[in-house]
C-alpha cells in the first residue's frame, strides 16, 4: 500500500469528525460553562470551610 492510499483511507476514516465536534460543542454550550462554575465554586467553598474549621492549621 502507497503512501497516498493511506493517507485517503484516513480522511475518510475520520470523515465527518469535524462536524461532530463543533455539533456536540455547540449542544454543551450552556452545560460546559456552568460545570465549570460549578466546580470552582464548590473548590472556593470547601477551602473557606476548611480555613472555618482548622483556623491554626498553615
Do not use: N, Q, W
Not at 10 to 34: K, S, Y
Amino acid at each position: 500500500m502507497s503512501g497516498s492510499a493511506s493517507a485517503t483511507r484516513l480522511r475518510h476514516g475520520l470523515a465527518g469528525t469535524g462536524e461532530l465536534a463543533r455539533l456536540a460543542f455547540r449542544r454543551d454550550i450552556v452545560t460546559l460553562p456552568a460545570c465549570c462554575v460549578g466546580i470552582a465554586a464548590l473548590l472556593a467553598i470547601t477551602a473557606r470551610d476548611l480555613k472555618l474549621l482548622y483556623p491554626h492549621a498553615v
